[in-house]
């Protein structure tokens, strides 16, 4: 299974501001993921993060709003641009694990996000 | 219709006894499904995957998938209170997941 990281693990913010959230994971993966939790509800997937490439934002989710880097197949970054409160959430990065279990999908531990 | 779709509970069941979660969902050529435990306040941790109609043993947990009605379940023996949790059913979509919202399930002692 791949191991996956991110910091900060928690951070409260002021309107206006932004967040950059860093993932890393312990191995070379194909595909990257950004997905938002917000309280008592499921995974909303925000958008694939694509190595050397834009990445590809979901319906509802914007590259102004949440610019993503991939600058290499271990490392990602999700920033939440001019935050408001509604983008209080966990965001969660995930990878798809390679060899044996390359269709399976891994969680980092999360990033929760108070926006005052 | 919802793409991935469970009853959201709780469900609660006594220790010992077997917990019954299930989940449909909308396209038929889905091929690949997950279930998924999340405890409160972490993130999801992947207990079964299934990819071919029948049952899957793992454990505690089987996972039973019938391509021809569209469901994906996954039983849970011998239930603990450690068990507590949401149980997230996912199925592969275009090379994303597609998450349900989760059944709470509750075990109680």
């Known amino acids: 299974s791949a191991v996956i990281s991110q910091k900060p693990s928690r951070d409260i913010c002021q309107r206006g501001t932004s967040l950059t959230i860093q993932c890393q994971v312990d191995?070379?993966?194909?595909?990257m993921f950004w997905y938002r939790q917000q309280p008592g509800q499921s995974l909303t997937l925000i958008a694939t993060a694509n190595q050397g490439s834009e990445a590809t934002y979901e319906s509802g989710f914007v590259i102004d709003k949440f610019p993503i880097s991939r600058p290499n197949l271990t490392f990602s970054t999700l920033t939440v641009s001019n935050m408001s409160p509604e983008d209080s959430s966990i965001y969660l990065c995930?990878?798809?694990?390679?060899?044996?279990?390359?269709?399976?999908?891994?969680f980092g531990p999360g990033t929760r996000l108070l926006v005052l | 219709q919802k793409e991935v779709e469970q009853n959201s509970g709780p469900l609660s069941v006594p220790e010992g006894a077997i917990a019954s979660l299930n989940c449909t969902y909308s396209?038929?050529?889905?091929?690949?499904f997950f279930w998924y435990r999340q405890y409160s306040g972490k993130s999801p941790e992947l207990i079964m995957s299934?990819?071919?109609?029948g049952d899957k043993e793992d454990g505690r947990f089987t996972a039973q998938l019938n391509k021809a009605s569209q469901y994906v379940s996954l039983l849970i023996r011998d239930s603990q209170p450690s068990d507590s949790a949401t149980y997230l059913c996912?199925?592969?979509?275009?090379?994303?997941?597609?998450f349900g919202k989760g059944t709470k399930l509750s075990v109680k002692p």
């Open positions: 996912a199925v592969l979509k275009g090379g994303n997941l597609i």
């Open positions: 299934i990819y071919s109609n």
């Open positions: 396209d038929r050529v889905s091929q690949s």
């Open positions: 995930s990878a798809l694990g390679g060899g044996r279990a390359r269709e399976t999908q891994y």
């Open positions: 191995s070379q993966v194909t595909m």
